[in-house]
T-cell receptor, first 112, second 113 residues
Framework: ELKVEQNPLFLSMQEGKNYTIYCNYS?????LYWYRQDPGKSLESLFV?????AVKQEGRLMASLDTKARLSTLHITAAVHDLSATYFC????????????FGQGTILTVHP | GAVVSQHPSRVICKSGTSVKIECRSL??????MFWYRQFPKQSLMLMAT?????????EQGVEKDKFLINHASLTLSTLTVTSAHPEDSSFYIC?????????FGPGTRLLVL
């Protein structure tokens, strides 16, 4: 059974600081996703990582994937208040085409 | 990008009634759609895989007779919560995969009184 674990589950940051969210998964998979969810809203796609060593960046967020370690990271650079949200990683693909298993989510709060 | 819509966005019903939620892919065809449920402050849990023209595949622990799924066309899947009870109150989100990316609908918030 595929398990996906994120840490930390709660992250309180000051504006301007850097931090990393970690996502570990238990079995091999061909793709890893990062999503953002604002309160009461659905999911917004941030990144899709397809191969070992993949790195993608968008604004203050950068995601990477190490398939050998079964680990993905979401790095936040110089956080701003607008980044406050819940971030989920999800793993899918392979024989389970399209099915995603989600991590628990990381609630990020950025303080002035 | 591709768009997935859901209707209604929120619904309140009495215990014992049935509620239908629609999920549509607006600008692409989806032979497979997925239904997730999210309880407050929790993650998303896959309920079932909806397959166009065939029976849905349910995850372990999900009652197929309670959560009826119909995927009658390449752009529409419906989830019917039958004989709803307060414990079915949740946020239901559908998704469809298009060109390697999963697109999620805006979600339907169900409250059963």
């Amino acid at each position: 059974e595929l398990k996906v674990e994120q840490n930390p589950l709660f992250l309180s940051m000051q504006e301007g600081k850097n931090y990393t969210i970690y996502c570990n998964y238990s079995t091999t998979s061909d793709r890893l996703y990062w999503y953002r969810q604002d309160p009461g809203k659905s999911l917004e796609s941030l990144f899709v990582l397809l191969s070992n060593g993949a790195v993608k960046q968008e604004g203050r967020l950068m995601a990477s994937l190490d398939t050998k370690a079964r680990l993905s990271t979401l790095h936040i650079t110089a956080a701003v208040h607008d980044l406050s949200a819940t971030y989920f990683c999800a793993v899918g693909g392979g024989t389970s085409y399209g099915k995603l298993t989600f991590g628990q989510g990381t609630i990020l709060t950025v303080h002035p | 990008g591709a768009v997935v819509s859901q209707h209604p966005s929120r619904v309140i019903c009495k215990s014992g009634t049935s509620v239908k939620i629609e999920c549509r892919s607006l600008d692409f065809q989806a032979t497979t759609m997925f239904w997730y449920r999210q309880f407050p402050k929790q993650s998303l849990m896959l309920m079932a895989t909806s397959n166009e023209g065939s029976k849905a595949t349910y995850e372990q622990g999900v009652e197929k007779d309670k959560f009826l799924i119909n995927h009658a066309s390449l752009t529409l899947s419906t989830l019917t919560v039958t004989s709803a009870h307060p414990e079915d109150s949740s946020f239901y989100i559908c998704s469809a995969r298009h060109q390697g990316t999963q697109y999620f609908g805006p979600g339907t918030r169900l409250l059963v009184l």
